[in-house]
């Protein structure tokens, strides 16, 4: 028998006098695994901020456990069994990791000493279960993203919780870690515990889920079990109309090459990397975790410094030694994880999309401001970058419409190859359609376009080229007309590779 642990009814939201939720309702079962999906800015991860006490509602009646509360601060919601894993990751860089898991609610001895030793267990103890093997006494700060991410999950698995809020948990995650979180969610579903989970990953969505809710622009549109839904009737609810997973093509330019890499070797990350990429080209590089392929990158965009081999920029050899050569040379490079790498959250919207492309905007030295509110107001209706003012601060937009803004950013700046790491982050089905079309038209303009993605039907439905790798070596390069999935995962597990493609 079905049990509802929570009801959130008619709930509504406003900032700044702009209502962002209209009377939405949520229902959530015990022991169940229940999708919050929409696009970008459609109010997601609102409705959780108010569940988890972060933001107050206008108006709207929360019931939890049979009980009407009001959950007035984060300690209510935590008190009350749920736990909240955040959108953005939170985690104190300067920290330890055991100090990041028990930040707030320290473990003391008997005799009231802080009780790090117990703390190290736990942390050690709920990781594991995520199959993570970490040092408790690791700082954060130099850890790779997924870890970060990890942390935070442990985070919320560390409290005896009756519902977990999942925002966006496996942005950074690798399939592996991907795999490990869904059979703990399982399990914990098993034990009755239930989650709320915020996906722009639909097959995550169908893999894991059992009912969904679906909002648009703050109202409730649709909600149901999972089984009687497929993808495309998923992306159709969330964007009002039907969604396009046709393959992108645009008229070839040139053709002559304007990267050539050879022989390209860094010690313990890549070796023997050979390719190149011609004007007007869509070049993919794809792989598993540890392929090397954002190191690589690093390294020919000049933030890596120790490699040997030659990199030509039109024909012409060049070192690369820091990312402001690279620039020089007419190289852009849009790295992944946004909140740590590519926005600048004390800046305006307007500020961070015009910061690689500044000189775009200048007149006389001063920023022309008409030309940028020009470019923003353009690529705003282009990209559906939902904000109202573009000089509110970036961070008070929605996950994925940052994300907009950092693509925007760099569709405007000029240079003849340009480097995406992971461009569709946190972006809803729909508007990744936008940004493959912009990224379409800027290899029809003669730009050499490199797309790095773990995504294979991303990869598939953009790169003309694709280049899959392995432990740091290219394994495997084809056309995407003799490419599908099942052939990129032989390779990107190295349990094929052809003569032909080592170099
Ligand atoms: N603190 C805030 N101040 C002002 N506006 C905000 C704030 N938080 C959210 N908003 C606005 O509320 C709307 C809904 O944002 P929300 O973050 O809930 O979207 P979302 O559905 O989670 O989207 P995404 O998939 O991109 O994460 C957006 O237009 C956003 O700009
Ligand atoms: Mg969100």
Request: net charge negative; charged share 25%; proline share 2%.
């Amino acid at each position: 028998m079905t049990q509802t642990i929570l009801e959130m009814k008619d709930i509504k939201k406003s900032f700044n006098q702009v209502q962002v939720l209209h009377g939405v309702d949520l229902t959530l079962n015990k022991g169940e695994i229940h999708a919050l999906l929409g696009e970008n800015g459609a109010g997601k991860s609102t409705l959780m901020n108010i569940l988890g006490g972060v933001h107050q509602p206008e108006s709207g009646v929360i019931t939890l456990d049979g009980k009407e509360i009001k959950i007035d601060n984060p300690r209510i919601s935590q008190e009350n069994g749920v736990s909240f894993i955040h959108q953005e990751l939170n985690v104190v860089t300067d920290l330890t990791v055991y100090e990041n898991m028990f930040l707030g609610s320290e473990l003391r001895n008997k005799w009231g000493m802080i009780d790090v030793k117990e703390m190290c267990r736990q942390t050690s103890e709920v990781l594991s279960k995520l199959g993570v093997d970490l040092d408790p006494k690791k700082i954060v700060r130099d850890l790779d993203t997924s870890y970060k991410q990890m942390i935070e999950i442990a985070k919320a698995l560390l409290r005896d919780s009756k519902i977990i809020i999942m925002d966006e948990p496996t942005t950074s995650l690798t399939d592996n870690e991907v795999d490990r979180l869904f059979e703990l969610m399982r399990s914990l579903k098993q034990s009755g515990v239930s989650i709320i989970y915020i996906s722009h990953k639909l097959k995550e969505i169908q893999a894991v889920c059992d009912r969904y809710t679906v909002l648009r622009d703050g109202h409730l549109v649709g909600n149901g079990d999972i089984k009687d839904v497929d993808l495309a009737g998923i992306a159709q609810l969330m964007v009002g109309k039907s969604v396009s997973t046709e393959a992108f093509y645009h008229e070839k330019s040139s053709g002559e090459p304007v990267l050539t890499v050879k022989n390209l070797t860094s010690e313990g990350l890549f070796k023997g990397i050979h390719f190149s990429v011609a004007k007007g080209e869509v070049v993919g590089f794809t792989g598993l975790a540890g392929d090397g392929r954002t190191e690589l990158f690093e390294s020919i965009f000049g933030f890596r410094k120790k490699y040997s081999g030659v990199i030509e920029v039109n024909g012409t050899p060049i070192k690369i030694n820091h990312p402001i050569k690279a620039v020089k040379a007419g190289i852009g490079f849009v790295p992944k994880n946004r909140k740590e790498n590519a926005i600048i959250k004390d800046l305006s919207v307007i500020e961070n999309m015009s910061l690689s492309s500044i000189k775009n905007f200048e007149k006389n030295g001063l920023i022309h401001s008409k030309r940028e509110q020009e470019k923003f107001q353009q690529y705003k209706d282009q990209l559906n970058i939902k904000v109202h003012d573009p000089n509110v601060k970036i961070d008070t937009l929605s996950g994925g419409n940052q994300q907009k803004v950092v693509i925007a950013k760099w569709l405007e700046a000029d240079g003849d190859i340009i480097i995406f790491d992971n461009p569709t982050q946190g972006i809803d089905v729909g508007a990744k359609n936008e940004i493959y079309q912009h990224i379409m038209n800027l290899a029809e303009q003669g730009k050499g376009i490199i797309i790095l993605s773990s995504e294979a039907p991303e990869i598939l439905r953009v790169c003309e080229r694709i280049n899959i790798m392995f432990q740091g070596e290219i394994t495997g390069r084809f056309s995407r007309e003799e490419l599908t999935e099942e052939i990129i995962m032989e390779y990107a597990t190295g349990s094929k590779r052809e003569a032909k493609n080592i170099g």
